[in-house]
């Protein structure tokens, strides 16, 4: 099979007596020289509260700040660093719209979540109406294989607003919410932990918001874990 | 947006945009059958499977580049009106052409008229840019749309300065990948090959440059994206150097008609390939030891204070020739160049300005490139990665000053394969063509091949 990302054909080198075991078969999407350009997260080297790479685990400046203004309890942790060849993936993922490069990562990320603690509900952050007239895919549920998530979130932006994406900074963590929670008895998630999972954790505000609804709806922890930081 | 903006245009807008203020013609983006889809944009078939999008939408990725092809949106375009402003003049070039471009040129305005497909075999160096200028100035006269195209994006940049200064009132759009500028509906575009999948039946005259720089199938795909940008009632001008299987084909068959430019602007015909076997040249210059037809080409060269090409087929031969030269030919001062060299353009300039005697390479070097006096030889002219188009350029590149319009062509092979063969046969046919152009026969013929 071709590369995903670079479109030449992957040779796969086989260990001499590999081939003698039986193999649960793996398809390999992306060649070793495309992907030692992306950068995975040092656990011990990143900040407790948002999983950025860092020297050391202390809270980062952006952190604190937020350990500042909210009283509730939320971390996040990421696979990968948000350097520029996954600035670049996920223009090409995310709004070109190729959707076939959900399997650079899908693997990957889904193996990550699957070693994270167990919680009751796997939640991907859902994408609103016009987006999905307009991509026709949620970008984070495509990373997701053979996990099952529970669609407990929508999200219900006013159609004059930007997308986060589009907004400086400073804007970002000025938006106001627009998830709502979306279960027919509010009584199944009563005291239940959540995880999130979104596919980049830039200031935190869309994350936090989530949590915010899912904590006034009586969740008893919620956290989350993106593809990048 | 603007009307303009959807003459002889594909528009992608979702599929749910309610028509705007003026009525668009909506066409399907894909076409979906049971196991696979076709892009219509581009028209590459699909497997379902690999793109697919949740709740059974799909998109294209072969041509994502220039905007996704979704069925979650539709083709917006509207009939090309031909709309144009009316000048005094077009043209405002006022050179002169040879009596062989003349009589191109007027072939080239015959086949616009007539709505037809045509073939230009003009050889390097031929000038075949300004031969183009009074067919393209008849066509805007007559109020067509005229698209000159070409698979890479230098030769478009080089062009559309020439055309601006040839067609100083007339105003030109310049399409490709890298642009920021918005699109404009002007009556003369220029853009790269892949540009044209954006256009539905809009040119009466589209003229295809260097049809032959890619190979076949990647062709297939030019000759689709062709005929589905110009008008049904237009005519399309291939312009090429060195004429692939598939063109041929149709000249054979009489499906095209062909112009033959086969003489340079300076009267004398391409210098024409020499063989010489050398069976193990790769061991000899692993062993930093040169075959000895490439001895004597140096000495030639060293002796009449010559400057040379000297083409090897890959980058990991450069360094043991330039060791073998080195050793052999201590006088001369040679350097290597590849295509994706970070200092090609400075190494180039020290060829120009004589602080070289040769370069060693595996690239033709852009277009525009020409060193004026030059010899070359290809050592290994034999292996896979020279194609017959390929080994034509580089012995186009010999012979282009009128003061010294022959020199030395040398190819050094373990055998003569097909692409050799192939070079070697068509610099004969042009020649015999322009000896044929001399005696005043103009029996239109084709080669073998
Ligand atoms: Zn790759
Ligand atoms: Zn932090
Ligand atoms: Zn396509």
Redesign the pocket.
């Known amino acids: 099979m071709d590369c995903l990302l670079c479109h030449r054909q992957i040779r796969e080198s086989w260990p001499l007596g590999f081939l003698m075991l039986p193999q649960k078969k793996r398809v390999t999407t992306t060649c070793s020289d495309c992907l030692v350009a992306f950068h995975k997260i040092d656990r011990e080297m990143s900040c407790e509260g948002c999983g950025r790479q860092q020297n050391s685990r202390k809270l980062c400046q952006d952190c604190l700040k937020w350990q500042a203004k909210t009283t509730y309890d939320f971390s996040n942790r990421a696979l990968f660093q948000y350097d520029e060849a996954m600035k670049t993936y996920m223009h090409d993922y995310k709004f070109q719209g190729n959707y076939q490069l959900r399997h650079v990562f899908d693997v990957t990320f889904s193996h990550f979540i699957g070693m994270q603690t167990e919680v009751d509900f796997l939640v991907a952050l859902p994408i609103d109406r016009q987006t999905w007239q307009t991509r026709g895919f949620n970008q984070v549920t495509g990373l997701l294989t053979e996990l099952s998530t529970t669609d407990l979130l929508v999200m219900d932006r006013q159609k004059k607003e930007k997308r986060q994406s589009q907004k400086k900074r400073r804007e970002r963590l000025k938006t106001s919410n627009h998830f709502q929670i979306d279960v027919e008895c509010p009584e199944q998630i009563k005291n239940k932990s959540i995880l999130l999972l979104d596919d980049v954790y830039t200031t935190g505000r869309t994350l936090r918001h989530a949590a915010e609804t899912l904590y006034a709806a009586g969740c008893r922890k919620v956290d989350s874990v993106t593809l990048c930081r | 947006m603007e009307k303009s903006d959807f003459y002889g245009r594909l528009v992608l807008m979702s599929r749910a945009e309610k028509n705007t203020t003026f009525k668009l013609r909506k066409m399907p983006t894909?076409l979906v059958s049971e196991k696979r889809v076709r892009?219509?944009?581009?028209?590459?078939w699909?497997v379902k499977a690999q793109v697919a999008l949740p709740h059974e939408e799909f998109y294209?990725?072969?041509?994502?580049q220039?905007g996704r092809?979704t069925t979650l949106d539709n083709f917006f375009t509207l009939v090309e009106p031909n709309h144009f402003k009316k000048l005094d003049h077009y043209l405002t070039w006022q050179g002169q052409l040879t009596t062989s471009q003349k009589r191109c040129s007027k072939e080239v305005i015959h086949s616009f008229q007539q709505g037809r497909d045509h073939l230009l075999w003009a050889v390097t160096g031929a000038g075949k840019t300004e031969m183009l200028f009074p067919g393209i100035n008849e066509a805007l006269k007559d109020g067509k749309r005229v698209c000159l195209a070409s698979p890479r994006v230098d030769v478009c940049l080089e062009l559309f300065p020439r055309l601006q200064a040839a067609f100083q009132h007339v105003e030109i759009t310049l399409l490709h990948g890298r642009q920021t500028e918005p699109y404009r509906y002007t009556q003369l575009t220029i853009a790269t090959t892949h540009q044209l999948?954006r256009f539905y039946h809009a040119f009466d005259v589209l003229i295809i440059d260097e049809v032959d720089a890619f190979p076949y199938a990647q062709n297939k795909q030019l000759l689709f994206a062709t005929a589905q940008a110009k008008k049904t009632t237009g005519s399309c001008l291939f312009l090429t150097a060195t004429p692939g299987d598939e063109l041929l084909k149709k000249v054979h068959q009489k499906q095209l008609q062909v112009s033959y430019l086969p003489r340079r602007f300076h009267g004398f015909p391409l210098p024409e390939i020499q063989t010489k076997l050398a069976l193990n040249w790769y061991g000899k210059i692993q062993n930093k030891k040169l075959p000895s037809a490439v001895k004597q080409f140096l000495k030639q060269c060293e002796e009449s204070k010559r400057q040379f090409l000297l083409f090897v087929p890959h980058i990991s031969h450069l360094e043991f020739v330039q060791k073998a030269v080195n050793q052999a030919f201590p006088k001369l001062y040679v350097t290597t160049v590849f295509s994706a060299d970070d200092q090609r353009l400075e190494k180039v300039q020290l060829m120009r300005d004589h602080e070289v005697n040769g370069l060693i390479t595996t690239t033709i070097l852009e277009r525009g490139v020409t060193f004026p006096e030059i010899d070359v030889c290809v050592l290994g002219a034999d292996d896979d990665t020279f194609s017959s188009a390929a080994l034509v350029q580089i012995a186009g590149r010999v012979g282009r000053s009128p003061k010294r319009p022959t020199g030395n062509v040398l190819f050094i092979c373990a055998g003569l394969s097909r692409s050799v063969k192939k070079a070697i046969q068509q610099i004969k046919f042009v020649n015999h063509k322009a000896k044929e152009e001399e005696n005043g026969l103009s029996a239109v013929s084709s080669p073998n091949t």
């Not at chain 2, 892009?39 to 590459?44: D, I, K, S, V």
Request: charged share 5%.
């Open positions: 894909m892009c219509l944009r581009c028209n590459t699909l294209c990725p072969a041509c994502i220039l092809v999948l």
